[in-house]
């Protein structure tokens, strides 16, 4: 069964670096028909799709226009595991952030959601 | 960016009611077209993709419809775990985007 854990701080200064971690078993980061996304949740901006990194012979990113100055989505391939780092944070980045699993367009695996808070 | 609209926002419905949720695109997306359910501190759980595809272990009183730019997703007899926020998501083009949820609750 696939499960995915995620792990980071919950409370991030502004201007700082949120950074938080998928931790991925039953697959592999390297697999050639998943895509590792991270989507957040807020009341004010609903469900958003951040971006992904996926493993095609190469690596390949993309990332959403909002946040593309900002984001970056890394496999740790020795921990079977990816990580967003999300920099110059400010209070509207306060959200759930969820990592998840895309297979043929679906999202059927889920982190269970880290709850970021912006805030000095 | 293909923006998704879901109405209603909100509804009340009773045990054993038939149950309709729309989502509309703002362009074509084929059948590239999901719904998920999500309860108060879960992750969303997917329950039918491709616009009708049952996920597995979904219950059959969950069903969906459409394509193009039209879509719904009907629970045929509510049930007492049914109570949650459906939202619809697409899978056409980057980025993925979702509807912006509809809240089921108790009348």
């Known amino acids: 069964q696939i499960q995915l854990q995620q792990s980071g701080p919950g409370l991030v200064k502004p201007s700082q670096t949120l950074s938080v971690t998928c931790a991925i078993s039953?697959?592999?980061?390297?697999?050639?028909?998943?895509?590792w996304t991270w989507i957040r949740q807020s009341p004010s901006r609903g469900l958003e799709w951040l971006g992904r990194?996926?493993?095609?012979?190469?690596?390949?990113?993309d990332y959403a226009v909002s946040v593309k100055s900002r984001i970056t989505i890394n496999p740790d391939t020795s921990e079977n595991q990816f990580s967003l780092h999300l920099n110059s944070v400010t209070p509207e980045d306060t959200a759930v952030y969820y990592c998840?699993?895309?297979?043929?367009?679906?999202?059927?695996?889920w982190g269970q959601g880290t709850l970021v808070t912006v805030s000095s | 960016d293909i923006q998704m609209t879901q109405s209603p926002s909100s509804l009340s419905a009773s045990v054993g009611d038939r149950v309709t949720i729309t989502c509309r695109a703002s362009?074509?997306?084929?059948?590239?077209l999901s719904w998920y359910q999500q309860k108060p501190g879960q992750a969303p759980k997917l329950l039918i993709y491709?616009?009708?595809t049952l996920q597995s272990g979904v219950p059959s009183r969950f069903s969906g419809s459409g394509s193009g730019t039209d879509f719904t997703l009907t629970i045929s007899s509510l049930q007492p775990e049914d109570f949650a926020t459906y939202f619809c998501?697409?899978?056409?083009?980057?980025?993925?985007?979702f509807g912006q949820g509809t809240k089921v609750e108790i009348k």
């Open positions: 998840a699993r895309e297979f043929v367009s679906v999202y059927g695996f």
């Open positions: 039953g697959d592999s980061v390297f697999s050639n028909s998943a895509a």
């Open positions: 990194t996926y493993y095609r012979s190469k690596w390949y990113n």
């Open positions: 362009q074509s997306i084929n059948s590239y």
């Open positions: 491709t616009a009708s």
């Open positions: 998501q697409q899978s056409y083009s980057l980025p993925r985007t």
